[in-house]
């Protein structure tokens, strides 16, 4: 006889149906997804804080649904369980964050884009929370060495099927494992802003580079934490050659074995001249140093 047999033999009933009960509910529901779901996430309007809540908490204030979407981090149609951004929004900030001018997310790992609100007003945007079948909620991310990451607490995705907009801006708006959701009504990140008069090519390279690169990357402090400065105290283009720079924005790999820095999205239109363009806000901004310690937006 098994020691676990021989303790229920002298265990009364109904303690013998609560081990029962609690191990039925450990093969159901991993300890993973407890955490995941009371694991909180903070909301902020302009630095302050509005509320905390867990995955649980905002699925009780927002209809949950199942949506399949492009997964662009590896390459292939995925299905998640998923509450409604605009929905999550309104119940959290009120009607008035329509108003707001951005939405920065800031993740675990230091990744923090900024997503102009008109984004989600034009497009419909939903916080994944949960794979839709028994698979773990973590995806292998191709463009980062495959590195299996998990997704939790919240995972922004788009209703990208049959949107060629949604499908060429590939992962760049689609942070995970986001923590903190922060309302800003006015520009998130003003001294990553090119010098007054700039020509159009730096304009466009500033947009690419808020769109694809600042999620990671700092100019003069602004920006994501997950990936070095660029422009203070030296920046990148006084110490590495346009062409080899260029290289390293289209692929990366070819420069440094096993990067976690993937390459500009195949998917986007003309990535040459995208590239192109924001090695031309980098020159222009290498002119426009701010020390990070100087800057009030951090």
């Not at 993973?32 to 009780?60: C, G, H, M, P």
């Not at 708006?173 to 923590?179: A, E, G, V």
Request: hydrophobic residues 40%; aromatic residues 10%; glycine residues 6%.
């Amino acid at each position: 006889m098994t020691p676990v047999a021989s303790l229920l033999m002298h265990t009364p009933r109904v303690v013998q149906y609560l081990f029962l009960f609690a191990g039925f509910l450990a093969l159901a529901f991993p300890a993973t997804a407890f955490s995941e779901n009371s694991a909180k996430v903070e909301f902020k309007k302009e630095s302050k804080a509005v509320k905390t809540l867990s995955v649980n908490d905002l699925r009780a204030l927002a209809r949950e649904r199942s949506l399949e979407v492009f997964e662009a981090h590896e390459r292939r149609n995925r299905v998640y369980r998923v509450l409604p951004a605009r929905a999550v929004f309104d119940e959290v900030f009120g009607k008035d964050w329509k108003k707001a001018r951005e939405v920065v997310f800031t993740s675990l790992d230091g990744y923090q884009p900024s997503i102009p609100v008109k984004k989600f007003l034009d497009h419909d945007a939903y916080f994944a929370f949960a794979d839709e079948g028994a698979a773990p909620f973590t995806l292998t991310n191709r463009l980062q060495n495959n590195e299996v990451v998990p997704l939790g607490p919240l995972y922004l995705i788009w209703n990208n099927i049959g949107s060629k907009e949604l499908l060429e801006a590939g992962a760049s708006d689609m942070p995970y494992q986001i923590k903190t959701i922060e309302l800003r009504m006015k520009e998130a990140f003003p001294n990553m802003i090119p010098p007054s008069g700039s020509p159009e090519q730096v304009q466009r390279g500033f947009e690419h580079f808020r769109k694809h690169c600042a999620a990671c990357h700092t100019i003069n402090g602004d920006g994501g934490g997950k990936a070095p400065e660029l422009n203070y105290p030296k920046s990148i283009v006084e110490y590495i050659k346009s062409e080899y720079l260029k290289r390293w924005i289209l692929a990366p790999q070819t420069i440094r074995y096993n990067t976690m820095m993937p390459g500009l999205g195949e998917e986007i239109a003309n990535r040459e001249q995208v590239a192109a363009e924001i090695i031309a806000y980098l020159k222009a901004m290498s002119r426009a140093k701010q020390a990070p310690s100087e800057n009030p937006s951090r």
